[in-house]
């Protein structure tokens, strides 16, 4: 069925790096942007970036600009997020989204993985 | 950049009742606004896209409606199993994934 798992997440002291995957499985990866939104702890949904389905394009919130990379393989049907220069406010659960109309950058979102955890703390 | 608010911020609603969310958008988005679901401890669920299409699978008690800056979700005869936060998104324009602040349907 169509899924999206995340992994990559854990325990990350401020100032250091992670990187965060999502595979998918179940559709035509390449043929999707796919984006990244987070949760804090007991807090809202935050856009975090996005990628066109073929890596053409990509956005940031502005609260991640500059620190944060978002790629993609479709080669290997997984989404990536290298996270620099992390910070507390950084901490959430980090979740992937695959958009739900081929080829369109920026739509709903039909599919969501189940999250991953990051925290940063030192 | 656009912002999206939500009213109310929760509310309190008896099974049978009819609940309705607003979302207002600070610029008009068209109707390039989705509606989503989402439980304790669980991913986000997409209820309604393009302001007022249904989602495959989700129930027709819910409904959407609006265009421009300001939108509804609508929920006929709540469901136990509606109990749940409620988030709008905008994907007109940058940032492209904006997202409501959410409201929150707990039981009276």
């Known amino acids: 069925q169509v899924q999206l798992v995340e992994s990559g997440g854990g325990v990350v002291q401020p100032g250091r790096s992670l990187r965060l995957s999502c595979a998918a499985s179940g559709f035509t990866f390449s043929s999707y942007g796919m984006h990244w939104v987070r949760q804090a702890p007991g807090k809202g949904l935050e856009w975090v970036a996005v990628i066109s389905y073929d890596g053409s394009n990509k956005y940031y919130a502005d609260s991640v600009k500059g620190r944060f990379t978002i790629s993609r393989d479709n080669s290997k049907n997984t989404l990536y997020l290298q996270m620099n220069s992390l910070r507390a406010e950084d901490t959430a659960v980090y979740y992937c989204?695959?958009?739900?109309?081929?080829?369109?950058?920026?739509?709903?979102?039909?599919?969501w993985g189940q999250g991953t955890m990051v925290t940063v703390s030192s | 950049a656009i912002q999206l608010t939500q009213s109310p911020s929760s509310l309190s609603a008896s099974v049978g009742d009819r609940v309705t969310i607003t979302c207002r958008a600070s610029q008009g988005i068209s109707s390039a606004l989705a509606w989503y679901q989402q439980k304790p401890g669980k991913a986000p669920k997409l209820l309604i896209y393009d302001a007022s299409s249904l989602e495959s699978g989700v129930p027709s008690r819910f409904s959407g409606s609006g265009s421009g800056t300001d939108f509804t979700l609508t929920i006929s005869s709540l469901q136990p199993e509606d109990f749940a936060t409620y988030y709008c998104q905008q994907f007109n324009s940058y940032p492209l994934g904006t997202f409501g602040p959410g409201t929150k349907v707990d039981i009276k």
């Open positions: 989204a695959k958009v739900s109309v081929a080829t369109i950058t920026s739509y709903a979102f039909d599919i």
